[in-house]
């Protein structure tokens, strides 16, 4: 089967641009992390002088990492479900792709779409994860010696992250376009991912270099504060803390609107490529030619 790289890439640069309320889709999810990594930071404001009261930041740290990562988890599993939608019916060409319209409808897929999303972040989600975990360990106690040795390894790994990212986004695709539950679901995404497990890799490739350069535009200036930050703090405490607070003011918004924009494209882009791939046009067309016989 022809695939076209540049026609899916084309139909999901096309479609994120005129429907830009899907960039909420993946902009709320971001601002809600970052009132957690806010509601994290805030307790190290309390610590001079009350030293007393490390235990309980501890205890309020713990917390703040636990309920952020169920909520995000939920606004990301909600965000996705919602966005997928509005692709399928922009694809389509029918049912109604307003932003409203589709948080209201995105709720019927909701719970097997967060089933989706619990099955890969539990499973394949939680390898990586012990292993990024078992890299930071290892290069903290060999002074980062472990983590230059262990460079070849993390680059083998990055498409396999790319294909985990594939598999989430089918599978989701599954639940609305073919009614599946979430492990069925699942297990035709891995299927789909499998059997064309390279043009995944390539797709989500280009996705990838293309965010790294659009990340150069929206991120790198407004971090610009906080690399004046400690010449500011050689002039005086409350110019540092200016440069802190526009860094603030700047870096958060821009990684917002950034990851909005990102995340709705990449999205797109494995949605229709998953979608083609899933279901080749022509026993679309066969299966329309026997309906009308």
């Not at 005129?18 to 509601?39: D, E, N, Q, R």
């Not at 307003?98 to 909701?110: A, E, I, K, P, Q």
């Not at 390898?127 to 106690?141: E, S």
């Not at 262990?150 to 376009?177: D, K, W």
Request: with cysteine; charged share 10%; aromatic share 14%.
């Amino acid at each position: 089967m022809d695939f076209d790289y540049g026609n899916i890439l084309t139909r999901a640069f096309k479609l994120t641009w005129k429907h830009k309320s899907y960039w909420l889709f993946m902009t709320f999810p971001v601002l809600i992390g970052m009132v957690f990594f806010a509601a994290f930071i805030a307790p190290v404001l309390f610590l001079e002088g009350n030293e007393d009261l490390m235990g309980l930041i501890v205890v309020l740290w713990l917390g703040v990492i636990g309920l952020g990562m169920i909520v995000s988890l939920v606004a990301s599993a909600a965000g996705m479900t919602s966005l997928t939608l509005g692709i399928l019916r922009a694809e389509r060409g029918n049912g109604s792709t307003s932003f409203m319209d589709l948080v209201r409808d995105g709720f019927g897929y909701f719970p097997r779409a967060f089933g989706v999303m619990l099955i890969v972040q539990l499973t394949v989600g939680a390898v990586f994860t012990i292993f990024f975990l078992c890299v930071m360990a290892l290069t903290v106690v060999t002074m980062g010696i472990a983590s230059i040795c262990l460079q070849p390894v993390m680059f083998l790994l990055t498409p396999l992250s790319f294909l985990v990212a594939a598999v989430m986004n089918g599978g989701i695709v599954s639940v609305i376009e073919e009614d599946l539950d979430a492990l069925d679901a699942v297990k035709r995404a891995l299927q789909v991912v499998r059997e064309h497990v390279w043009k995944f890799v390539i797709i989500t490739l280009i996705v990838y270099f293309g965010a790294s350069f659009l990340s150069g535009i929206f991120v790198v200036p407004a971090m610009i504060p906080a690399m004046f930050a400690p010449v500011a703090m050689e002039v005086s405490e409350q110019l540092f803390w200016v440069a802190m607070g526009s860094f603030i003011c700047l870096f958060f918004p821009a990684m917002a609107v950034y990851s909005g924009i990102f995340g709705a494209f990449t999205t797109s882009a494995l949605a229709l490529a998953y979608l083609q791939l899933a279901r080749p046009i022509e026993k679309e067309i066969i299966a329309a030619e026997d309906t009308t016989s």
